[in-house]
């Protein structure tokens, strides 16, 4: 999910693994009591700790031997506490099901699911575990499927033997049940059991999160000097030494019920990340990425998941969420501050989002391409227009409109209030010789046109509903050069973009004659379709050829790069003219995309690109740099106007 992501995750599960330990270490004291009623639980927590650093930096081998030792042992007395204490399950105590409705038992789901913590542990030695591509599978979904028959069924015989009031009074509640069926001894066995469970679970919690700030340093998002491996042991020993650290600040400090509230919090945050990256993964189709286990079910097992962490997150109480927010708060400033300089900028999830929505712009410019034209194209002009601009516009719609269909040429004039508009329709000298003028530019370039004006209270206005009531599929206007420079004039442009219901187009003028060659810019993400269908048909018709150029940030990774080649690459295999690709480094985009085009006879740039104070301001920018046209083009897009859109757009490109 790239760098900042995994830095944010890579926090995230190294503080949910050691709180875990944290939490495992303290809450056995409370068991140890059974055997020594005054022992001191914290410093008896931190020796445990102190051990168990050790043993882990002695060698995976060494740490896995003695957790295969421990958990055997925890899952025979587990097996013994559940056949003995079935048999003896009053189901009355069950009435009522849920004393605290749904709500009470999302909070004790959300409290307990550091308990489901250690299914990620597996994962986590990976790279340490041989024929991975049959153990972690095999070991997670073992281990998961133990814990889903374990846990309910022990639940289900402690509260079927014992009132409920004894097991919420109680910090060793399990040792209670026991008392209740299993006589004396029944309590020193599941003590027993305990303090080896808990130590297995600190063991197993201390393992795998040191192999976080590890993977972290290997991928440059934390320093090198944690990537240290032991000469004999073959153990990150440098990160298992700052986990054990932590460790034992933890259990020195931290109260034991927040140490659970807070390992659960971090550990729901992860597994909806993991659950995204799995996702991510799939729909990237990076070549690289070859599981040999994939999951059932897919997407709705991830999408499941994702939504249950979420609930299950808002159940905790505000200090969990408090402690979550700030896992991100802190990762995105410690990757701001030490490792954005650092770490590559791949991400599967970009790479997903990247290809869903160019696979959609490429399916839609296939659509566009495939249509014989625009099926109605109105030109908003004004008696000032040059002849010049006037023939650029009549030659372009001529190219792009559907054969036998008219051009509508308006001019759209504002009626002051103290006119009426039946009053107003009369035509001056000017106005005439300026409509018989069309119509001679239009004869001579054989196109179709439709001359007349429109009158209304409010010029802009008048042109939107004119759209509207008539069904255009493009407006096709110029802006004059006196207009240019003018915010004013900027501000109209934005206001139509925002209300029109159709594509528009809007064209500098700053060269005659026919346009040949035609270079389609971009900045990173893909064309939109009508970009695409312009420069086809207007290079086609004159026999000419279509440039796709798109500038990208100097340190733009490999792999984008490649993406837009590949992209481009299916745009030349569905136009009909001549095509060629350029793909461009550079942090200054008004200069690398004016000193490309300056060959080119049309330059055709997306209104979506404004990176500027308005609307006009890129074309300028360019214009300034080239001496050929330039259109601005907007596709009636409405989910990629809105913010959001606009904002995904920015973070995937």
């Known amino acids: 999910m790239g760098p900042l992501m995994g830095t944010i995750a890579g926090f995230g599960t190294w503080f949910a693994m050691v709180f875990k330990a944290a939490f495992a270490l303290v809450g056995l004291g409370a068991y140890l009591r059974f055997f020594v009623p005054d022992i001191p639980i914290r410093p008896v927590a ?16 060494e740490s896995g031997r003695v957790q295969a030792l421990l958990v055997t042992f925890s899952l025979g007395v587990l097996a013994f506490f559940v056949a003995d204490g079935i048999t003896l399950v009053d189901s009355a105590r069950y009435r009522p099901f849920l004393p605290e409705g749904t709500f009470g038992l999302l909070e004790a789901a959300g409290l307990v699911f550091v308990a489901y913590a250690g299914v990620t542990n597996v994962a986590s030695v990976a790279e340490e575990v041989k024929r991975p591509s049959r153990n972690l599978p095999l070991g997670i979904i073992i281990s998961i499927s133990v814990m889903i028959f374990f846990y309910p069924a022990i639940v289900l015989v402690m509260v079927g033997t014992t009132p409920v009031a004894d097991l919420t009074a109680s910090l060793t509640p399990m040792a209670t049940s026991a008392e209740a069926f299993m006589q004396d001894v029944g309590p020193k066995i599941i003590g027993v059991t305990a303090v080896v469970a808990l130590i297995s679970m600190a063991n197993s919690g201390l393992l795998a999160s040191s192999r976080y700030p590890f993977a972290m340093a290997r991928n440059r998002l934390a320093p090198r000097r ?17 986990t054990g650290i932590a460790l034992l600040a933890l259990i020195a400090f931290v109260p034991l019920f927040e140490l659970a509230k807070l390992a659960s919090a971090f550990q729901l945050l992860v597994l909806s990340m993991v659950n995204m990256a799995v996702i991510a993964f799939r729909e990237s189709k990076v070549a690289w990425y070859r599981p040999r286990f994939k999951s059932p079910l897919y997407p709705w097992i991830q999408l499941a998941g994702i939504a249950a962490s979420v609930v299950l997150l808002t159940q905790m109480g505000l200090v969990p969420v408090i402690g979550a927010v700030g896992i991100v708060i802190g990762g995105f400033l410690w990757y701001q501050v030490f490792g954005q300089s650092r770490a590559g900028r791949e991400s599967a999830s970009l790479d997903a989002l990247r290809v869903r929505a160019t696979a959609r712009l490429v399916d839609e410019t296939r659509d ?3 249509r014989p034209g625009k099926g109605r194209i109105l030109i908003p002009v004004r008696t000032d227009i040059s002849n010049s601009g006037l023939r650029a516009l009549l030659s372009m719609a001529g190219t792009v409109i559907r054969p036998g269909r008219r051009i509508d040429v308006m001019r759209f004039e504002q009626v002051p209030a103290q006119m009426s508009l039946s009053g107003a329709t009369a035509k001056t000298e000017d106005e005439l010789r300026f409509e018989l003028g069309i119509y001679d530019i239009a004869r001579d370039l054989g196109v179709n046109v439709a001359v007349g004006a429109v009158l209304g209270r409010d010029r802009r206005r008048a042109l939107v509903n004119y759209v509207a009531d008539n069904g255009i599929d493009l407006v096709l206007a110029e802006i004059p050069e006196a207009n240019r420079p003018s915010r004013l004039f900027g501000g109209e442009l934005r206001w139509l973009r925002e209300h029109l219901t159709c594509d528009a187009a ?16 971009g900045a990173g993400g893909p064309y939109d379709a009508l970009k695409v269908e312009l420069a086809d048909r207007l290079a086609n018709e004159a026999g000419g050829a279509v440039r796709f150029v798109h500038v990208v940030a100097e340190d733009a990774a490999e792999r984008q790069v490649d993406g837009i080649r590949e992209y481009h690459q299916q745009l030349m295999e569905l136009c009909r003219s001549e095509t060629t690709s350029d793909v461009v480094r550079s942090d200054d985009l008004v200069e690398a995309l004016g000193g490309i085009a300056s060959d080119a006879d049309l330059v055709i ?24 046209s330039v259109l601005l083009v907007e596709a009636n897009d409405t989910a990629r106007r809105t913010f959001l859109g606009r904002m995904l757009e920015k973070f995937i490109y």
């Open 368 to 370: 566009a391409l495939s």
């Open 46 to 61: 931190l020796g445990i700790a102190v051990g168990l650093i050790l043993l882990n930096m002695a060698g995976i081998k």
């Open 226 to 242: 944690l990537a240290t491996i032991g000469d004999r042991s073959g153990t990150p020993i440098v990160s298992i030494a700052v």
């Open 605 to 628: 740039l997306g209104a979506s690109l404004r990176r500027f104070g308005f609307f006009a301001d890129l074309a300028d920018r360019i214009a300034e740099r080239v001496d050929s």
């Open 506 to 521: 809007f064209l500098h003028s700053r060269a005659g004659g026919t346009v040949r060659s035609v270079a389609v810019m």
